[in-house]
């Protein structure tokens, strides 16, 4: 067991508890131990060992390519970084959609061989049975509700989703259908502020948004986005705090210049 009492572990009970005291849940995505290790220090509640690990870390399209091998070594650097934070982990695609005993084999090596304390699954009624299935196995599971990105050659589009009655009611049911099912927190993603709002409070478990507007418990953005690393991706619901593409861009154009120019190193930069 832990022996630094001073930092007090969120636990997904804490997660809950938020929501029944009205206190916002604050989630970025990590995917290696440095940056896991900034998040952790500065308080973030959760971090999200997200498979847009396949885009951020791996430069591909989708999230779609992503292996369960890969997601257990980004999770399992976050885990060795995060003293505080709860550290949730999606399961990727191919790992939880078919077979149930499947889905909660690929759950148990996860929590088994990175030390994470959660995981997250895209998808509503469709995989309920193995919803209940990890969550009877003493696994936590975070739901992901909207605009699945693991689906998007069935959505055929990254837009906002729900936007229709049938699809807004499809939701409204399955947040339902998992909350039933044992999940502690659901992500909505890219769906109309009004309907995550109702959902949100049709919940006794916390909603966290992104790109689902203000009215969700918590919400979570890819950190490299937020943080100005991703170039070129401003989707409306982005907020950049900061543009490191640009400030990592000119401090490595220093060092270039300091090293051809023979300014670095310095006498005191040797031995
Ligand atoms: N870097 C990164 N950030 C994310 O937020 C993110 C990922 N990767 N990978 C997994 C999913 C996919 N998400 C996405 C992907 C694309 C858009 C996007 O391109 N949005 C544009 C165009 C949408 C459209 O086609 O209408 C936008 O302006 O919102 C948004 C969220 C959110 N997630
Ligand atoms: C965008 C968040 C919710 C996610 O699932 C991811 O980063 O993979
Ligand atoms: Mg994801």
């Given at each position: 067991m832990s022996v630094n009492k001073e930092i007090k572990r969120v636990t997904t009970h804490t997660i809950r508890q938020m929501k029944a005291n009205g206190e916002k849940i604050a989630m970025l995505t990590g995917y290696d131990y440095s940056m896991a290790r900034i998040l952790d220090d500065a308080g973030i509640d959760i971090i999200l060992v997200g498979d847009s690990a396949a885009n951020v870390m791996a430069g591909y399209e989708t999230t779609v390519p992503i292996t369960l091998e890969e997601m257990m070594f980004h999770a399992a650097a976050v885990v060795r970084a995060a003293k505080h934070a709860l550290v949730v982990v999606d399961l990727p695609f191919g790992t939880y959609q078919g077979d149930s005993s499947d889905a909660l084999k690929a759950a148990v090596r996860v929590m088994k061989e990175t030390g994470a304390h959660a995981l997250k699954v895209e998808g509503g009624i469709e995989i309920q049975d193995t919803v209940k299935r990890i969550v009877n196995a003493g696994i936590p599971v975070m739901g992901h509700l909207g605009l699945?990105?693991?689906s998007i050659y069935k959505f055929g589009t990254y837009t906002v989703r729900a936007k229709e009655e049938a699809e807004a009611n499809k939701l409204k049911t399955d947040a339902k259908y998992l909350q039933d099912a044992g999940c502690f927190g659901i992500v909505l993603e890219k769906i109309p502020a009004q309907l995550a709002t109702e959902v949100t409070a049709s919940l006794a478990i916390p909603t966290i948004g992104i790109g689902a507007g203000a009215g969700c418990d918590g919400q979570v953005l890819v950190v490299h986005d937020m943080l100005g690393l991703?170039?070129?991706?401003?989707?409306?619901?982005l907020r950049q705090y900061l543009n490191l593409y640009e400030a990592i861009g000119e401090a490595v154009g220093h060092y270039i210049r300091d090293v051809k120019s023979s300014a670095f190193p310095n006498e005191n930069e040797q031995y």
């Open positions: 699945t990105p693991q991703n170039k070129g991706f401003k989707p409306k619901f």
